[in-house]
């Protein structure tokens, strides 16, 4: 990925103010660059399927939850946290709504199971973190267990078939012609973004990750905040729990296996720092669609999965030396 | 100079001559000459922020030095690397001592330079040898197998002192090593200084106490503001000269004039009553009121820092209170400190204050975003305009909100956090040292901007390590040693000769000190000319 130096002509004046911006518009030309690139290799293989409407729904659809949990990781590392309990998360909330007990009581209270245990779980998490000063990676590496054991106790390890056709109708039906997921997709990243750029809980988070003590003396409650924002990724992980079952139409201790390690990888490759107080939503998304459409290039071509995996990797590492560079120009520009 | 430069002794070990060290916005070091013989105690003498520390870390080769030159036995030479000094026989013990917690004494003694078989380690002769400096340092009870963690302070600088001994140093740097020891600890200490010496090897001490150089001293050197102002000074020299040496004001500060009758009397702001935390300060009584600045002056760890953040919350007292008009303040949390209506800019302003990553609106509006938001929306506009007005009245430049703070220098990141606290509006400002690492010119600006605070009826803490600094900014000054305050009088009654002696000689102020000190200001003017 080269980082070409675009300079816009009526955005150039004598001291360039905005260097950050700057900075992170780059990277995201960049990124988008990228997925352009990836969508015209799957477009030259496959024209005749790549680009079809079917297809990028399909694709779309497969990347609806993973992109769900991803917005509340991108808050979580962003206010300098990590979470590895978000596909256990998913399995659990999954699981849950789908119960024989649950489903008796209809589709609302089905959706209500899911976000509920999905946010319990992720105020758990950020009360452990914040309040029991447990690292994030130990206190959501625990819940991680936990929630993966509580979920195939709760299973029994089957596979639970959602019987309860309301649910299915509407979550795998179509709005406007567009399906239900992909709104639900396109409706989270709009709120989360909204969330983090345009209100105080987004400063503050942008605050409390970039440098914890000194928000702490600007007079922001960081642990309640940071209890908060775990809560967040966890009511993320609720929704795709949601998407996942109305995808499968079945709950399953199995679900959102490795979400944990995809939806970090779309959050860094977005350039959002790991150590906080740095990123963008926008970056997230792009993240989730490389990895989508690198997926879908190698499922059209018969590739194997190993081969996709190799692939994923080498985009990760690609991704972190990129933004360190940035990172280094950074150091070289405050010292 | 008025340096009474003696006959060259005739085996000098060590000279620096004519050392500058600069950092962004900071000249640390201008001009710095020190001689060191074989065999001597030379201490190093100067205040806070004269320039000691960066002298040592030249010495131990962690800062490089801009210009001037080192001489070594004779031969010109340079130190690199912390490991080209120690190689040359120079050892430093840190004031915060480097040593690493979790592993043994005999580990640590030979950390960097085990002594090695075919490439494995030889702990048993590591051992046997930390064992015999133990003994040699006058402490065989401690065992080198011992987690060094769990040694008394003494303990460790003795663990500190035996590494350097191991690596055969020729030139032992010790930073203020009695700071944390006890009567008996030090007697020790003394009586080890002497065998080393008597062994030929030299020391460069640094303290803030006289009286123990006066005990163990050869000769002595004055630092002030990165220049050497006497060297070679014989031990003996008195008290009053000593003080005098390192007090003599810079000439270029100027302290703006203070017209104290903003003050309001009736109207008592800040109450803080026996505020306690156990070893780090004790019954600290005071009282700002509306519009009025008061000092803290004292050592570093006197307890300064200590008692600002227990004011503002982020530690939590052992005893006592705090009160902001009479309401008495949760104690030990940040949120209803700030909301009571106090403000702080902390001591270590990009650790601490500032969110480097984001823009100064972001950072100046950071503790007032309730006021700045509409059920939780931010109101961008306003906050861009709010900002902007403040930076024009702080005169911070360029008064572009949208910039990051990191892109700014030393003085205006300082600005930047006052500015937070202007937009809140809040009515005790609590500043810990303001000026560190802001260069004269802004200064100046600093403190005029503190002056208007205090003019807008806002209740002032000023800490700062530089004593002029306090007796030029504030109307009222408490001294601290050890964490107890000694003395609380009116600004202009106060000498910074007299402050000095307060916190240094360690004996509480009387009348007669002051009226002696008052005396030798005078003569500090006249060293004053000599010196320039």
């Known amino acids: ?335 | 100079m008025q340096a009474q430069k003696e006959g060259r002794r005739e085996s000098n070990l060590l000279r620096m001559a004519g050392i500058g060290k600069t950092f962004p916005g900071v000249r640390a070091l201008d001009q710095v000459d020190l001689d060191v013989a074989e065999g001597e105690v030379h201490c190093l003498l100067g205040q806070n922020g004269a320039g000691k520390s960066t002298l040592i870390k030249v010495l131990s080769g962690a800062h490089q030095p801009d210009d001037g030159e080192i001489t070594w036995r004779g031969a010109p030479t340079t130190l690199p690397s912390p490991v080209a000094a120690l190689r040359l026989g120079i050892a430093t013990m840190y004031q915060e001592l480097d040593l690493v917690p979790d592993i043994s004494v005999a580990e640590n003694v030979f950390l960097g330079h085990e002594p090695t078989r075919f490439g494995f380690t030889r702990r048993a002769a590591a051992r046997d040898r930390t064992q015999r400096l133990m003994t040699r340092l006058g402490h065989p009870e401690i065992d080198p197998d011992r987690e060094v963690g769990r040694l008394s302070a003494a303990g460790m600088q003795l663990v500190s002192m035996a590494r350097a001994l191991a690596h055969d140093a020729r030139l032992i740097v010790m930073d203020e090593p009695t700071a944390a020891l006890a009567a008996d600890e030090v007697d020790n200490l003394f009586r080890i200084v002497g065998e080393l010496t008597g062994a030929g090897v030299s020391v460069l001490y640094i303290s803030h106490r006289l009286d123990e150089i006066r005990r163990i001293g050869t000769r002595v050197t004055v630092l002030k503001d990165g220049r050497t102002v006497a060297a070679n000074l014989p031990a003996h020299t008195p008290t009053a000269d000593l003080v005098d040496l390192m007090s003599g004001r810079k000439v270029e500060t100027v302290f703006p004039h203070r017209d104290t009758s903003t003050v309001d009397t009736s109207r008592e702001v800040l109450t803080v009553t026996d505020l306690t935390r156990e070893g780090e300060f004790k019954d600290v009584t005071f009282h700002v009121h509306a519009g009025e600045v008061l000092g803290i002056a004292g050592l570093v760890g006197a307890g300064r820092s200590e008692i600002l953040e227990t004011v503002f919350g982020a530690r939590k007292p052992d005893s006592g209170h705090v009160a902001v008009d009479g309401r008495p303040v949760r104690p030990g949390s940040v949120v209803a400190a700030v909301k009571a209506g106090i403000g702080l800019a902390p001591e270590e302003r990009k650790a601490q204050g500032l969110l480097l990553d984001l823009s100064v609106a972001h950072n100046v509006t950071l503790s007032s975003l309730p006021a700045y938001s509409r059920a939780g929306f931010m109101d961008r506009a306003r906050e861009l305009k709010d900002s902007k007005a403040t930076l024009e009245r702080l005169d911070l430049r360029p008064a572009d909100p949208g910039r990051l703070v990191a892109e700014f220098s030393g003085g205006n990141q300082q600005k930047a956090v006052v500015a937070r606290w202007l937009v809140r509006g809040c009515k005790v400002l609590l500043l810990d040292e303001p000026t560190r690492g802001v260069d004269v010119g802004a200064r100046a600006e600093l403190y005029r901007v503190i002056h208007e605070l205090a003019a807008a009826g806002v209740a002032v803490v000023l800490v700062s390590s530089e004593v002029a600094e306090v007796l030029g900014l504030a109307d009222r000054v408490l001294v601290l040693r050890d964490g107890e305050v000694v003395e609380d009088r009116r600004a202009d009654e106060l000498t910074e000769a007299a402050v000095l002696d307060i916190v240094m000689s360690g004996s509480a102020i009387t009348e007669s000190a002051i009226t002696e000190s008052a005396i030798t200001e005078n003569t500090a003017a006249v060293t004053e000319e000599e010196v320039q």
């Open chain 1, 1 to 335: 990925m080269t980082e070409a130096r675009v300079l816009d002509p009526k955005s150039a004046p004598p001291e360039a103010p905005r260097k950050h911006r700057r900075h992170l518009d780059l990277r995201l030309t960049g990124l988008l660059g990228v997925l352009v690139v990836l969508c015209a290799v799957g477009y030259a293989t496959r024209p005749d399927s790549f680009l079809t409407e079917a297809n990028i729904s399909t694709m779309l659809r497969l990347a609806a939850a993973i992109g769900v949990v991803s917005v509340g990781m991108t808050f979580v590392i962003i206010s300098g946290g990590i979470d590895l309990s978000v596909g256990s998360i998913v399995a659990l909330s999954g699981v849950w709504m789908t119960t024989v007990a649950t489903q008796s009581y209809g589709p609302v209270v089905m959706v209500l199971c899911a976000l509920l245990v999905g946010l319990g779980c992720g105020l758990v998490n950020g009360l452990l973190i914040s309040y029991g000063r447990i690292v994030p990676f130990i206190a959501t590496l625990a819940m991680y267990a936990s929630a993966k054991g509580l979920a195939e106790r709760l299973s029994g390890r089957r596979t639970q078939v959602v019987t309860e056709t309301g649910f299915t109708t509407f979550f795998r039906g179509d709005i406007l012609g567009v399906p239900v997921l992909i709104w639900m997709l396109a409706a989270v990243f709009a709120v989360g973004w909204v969330l983090l750029n345009r209100t105080t809980f987004g400063r503050r988070t942008f605050a409390v990750g970039g440098n914890a003590e000194a928000a702490r003396l600007a007079g922001i409650d960081v642990r309640r905040h940071t209890a908060l924002v775990y809560g967040i990724a966890g009511l993320c992980c609720g929704i795709a729990a949601l998407m996942v079952v109305a995808r499968t139409t079945s709950g399953a201790s199995t679900n959102g296996m490795f979400y944990e390690l995809d939806a970090i990888a779309a959050v860094v490759i977005g350039g959002t720092l790991l150590s906080g107080g740095r990123g963008s939503l926008i970056g997230t998304l792009i993240g989730v669609l490389i990895f989508t459409v690198v997926g879908n290039i190698f499922t059209q071509n018969n590739l194997d999965t190993d081969i996709q995996n190799i692939a994923k990797g080498v985009i990760i590492v690609a991704a972190v030396l990129l933004q360190r560079t940035t990172a280094r120009h950074r150091g070289a520009r405050t010292t």
